[in-house]
């Protein structure tokens, strides 16, 4: 084979394209780079001319597959949904039977599934693989979560375990100090098989519903050391700092105590202080919170992490609100370090509740899809290089390593323990900020969860006499078997009817 054709080729040079074909060159291997737009294709390969790899500028899409080695591997990075579809076409036909194709997109799991049935009638592979990590994840080492057929896992590993992040074997701790042309070397991939067709898709939503889930808390926690305790910028930033030194350490904390610290060049203030309090979002959370709606499984931290996000979006209506409405304007009560501690005892405890609800959905859409998902490898590849990378991860692989069947975090002995520890905290962090106005819509919703959880009986038995009532959906009865129902009749003879 000729030593000038590409390993693989990559189309899409946006900013993430751009890192993952600089990832994937200092790692030795020859990338062949498409972009639609041939000026932005020369100018890259041009600015990066001594990638230990390689880099070649295709400026046609004939000439990009040519220059490819067989069987053929095609990362596409473009904007998911209809443009993906529309490289697609563009490339198959192109392509040599048992080529493939890698969506590296947020791309829905469902189209995906499509995608790879389209693609295997023509003979062709198709990998979904969620890419973590966001720009700097791209350069220097992001967490890979790939499905399709385990065959074209195979043809593909080699080159996504050396690009993935790496962490340490014994601690989990992230691996850094990555420069360009000089990758991390050793270490354990932050990549595996994830599972067949939409599997590595539908794990990536996931983790960026998680992620939405740990991003409000963290926010939340924010604002009730700023607002409900009072607390300067600067203490406030110390509490985040102190945090991340714990068993908090992650990532989001680590970059919310930097934001924490930065001033706004313009007014001095703290530069969270001058950014507008309206959210943007992308679709993976909503997503999220649909799946768990269809498959039935409650992941209410994360879906009022979603809706936060739509509140937020509602300024001018808040702003008005804000003048009509009114609440109270209390304090926390108590002794500022004590209160700094429960606030960081709820925020663990709420991120532990948030967990076990994303992995409880993927369980229920694994078993609907006949998907083998290894959650404690899952939890493994988001050790390092994913957004929602944290100390805390290696303690969820650890409750997998014990039990793989585990239906749900809060059972595992480690994770029981904690919740026992701080739940008095975490109770009274949610009661005074509500005695004070402070919105914690996903700290109490994630306390709700766990004591409807722990709850033997809860009052769906009278939700269902009411159903009952007025459409005849009938219910079961504590003292007979599971799976028979009856119905009463509230307004004629007053009798019970075996349904």
């Given at each position: 084979?000729?030593k ?8 899409g ?8 074909a ?5 790692h030795?291997f020859?990338i062949s ?11 890259f ?6 990638t ?19 069987p ?7 904007q998911?949904g209809?443009a ?15 080529d ?6 947020n791309?829905?799991w469902s189209?995906t599934?499509?995608r790879e049935?389209?693609?295997?009638a ?13 720009e700097e ?5 992001p967490s ?6 385990e065959s074209?896992?195979?043809e593909?590993?080699p ?14 701790k992230?691996?850094?100090?990555a420069?360009?042309?000089k990758?991390?070397v050793g270490?354990?991939p ?18 960026n ?6 991003m ?6 924010y604002?009730i ?10 203490e406030t ?9 714990g ?11 930097n934001?924490?610290a930065?001033k706004?060049?313009v007014t001095?203030?703290p530069?969270?202080d ?20 269809n498959a ?11 809706f936060?996000?739509?509140i937020?979006a ?13 609440g ?12 700094i ?19 409880a ?6 078993a ?14 988001w050790r ?15 409750a997998?390593?014990?039990d793989p069947?585990l239906?749900?975090?809060l059972?595992d002995p480690?994770?029981k ?16 900020a ?6 914690t819509?996903?700290?109490?919703a ?10 033997e ?11 009952d009532?007025f459409?005849?959906?009938?219910y079961?009865r ?9 119905h ?12």
């Open positions: 084979m000729s000038e054709l590409s390993d693989i080729g990559l189309i040079l946006a900013v993430m394209g751009q890192n993952l600089l990832n994937i060159a200092d030795g020859r780079v498409y972009n639609r737009t041939v000026s932005k294709t020369e100018e390969v041009k600015k990066h001319p001594d230990p790899g390689g880099l070649h500028a295709a400026l046609t899409l004939e000439d990009f597959v040519a220059s490819i080695q067989r053929r591997k095609i990362i596409i990075l473009v998911a209809k993906t579809d529309a490289v697609i076409d563009s490339l198959v036909p192109l392509l040599d039977k048992d493939i194709i890698i969506d590296g997109g791309a829905l189209d599934i499509r049935k389209d693609l295997t023509k003979n062709l592979r198709f990998i979904g693989s969620g890419v973590s990590g966001g994840g791209a350069r220097f080492g890979l979560m790939p499905g399709g057929a074209s896992w195979n593909l590993a080159i996504w375990n050396a690009i993935a992040a790496k962490v340490d074997g014994k601690t989990g992230p691996l850094e100090g420069t360009p042309g990758p991390i270490g354990v932050c990549t595996t098989y994830i599972g067949p067709n939409g599997a590595g898709h539908f794990v990536k939503m996931v983790h519903g998680i992620e939405y889930g740990d409000q808390l963290i926010c939340e926690a604002n050391l700023r607002h409900g305790l009072g607390l300067s910028i600067e930033q110390k509490a985040f700092a102190d945090w991340n030194a068993d908090l350490d992650s990532f989001l904390i680590e970059i919310t105590a934001i924490l930065v706004d060049p001095g203030a530069i969270v001058v950014i507008m309090d309206r959210a943007g979002q992308k679709g993976t959370g909503k997503w999220t919170v649909t799946d768990g709606l039935g499984i409650p992941i209410s931290t994360i879906s009022e992490a979603v936060a996000r739509c937020s509602l300024k001018e209506e808040r702003v008005a609100a804000s003048k009509i409405l009114k109270p304007q209390t304090r926390f009560p108590g002794d500022k370090q004590e209160l501690a429960a606030v960081r005892d709820s925020l663990y405890a709420s991120k532990i509740c948030s967990y076990a609800q994303g992995f959905l993927m369980r229920a859409v694994a609907e899809q006949d998907w083998p998902l290894h959650f404690g490898e899952i939890a493994m590849i390092g290089g994913c957004i929602i990378r944290a100390r805390f991860l290696q303690r969820i692989k650890e997998f390593d014990l069947a239906p749900n975090l059972l480690y994770f323990d904690v919740i026992n520890r701080t739940q008095s905290n975490w109770r009274k962090i949610v009661s005074d509500v005695l004070s106005g402070i919105p819509p996903a700290f109490s994630s306390l709700a969860y766990f004591d409807s959880y722990r709850s009986r809860l009052p769906a038995n009278l939700l269902q006499a009411q159903r009532y459409g005849a959906h009938t079961e504590t003292d007979q078997p599971k799976g028979k129902f009856f009463y009749d509230w307004v004629g003879d007053k009798k019970q009817h075996e349904a």
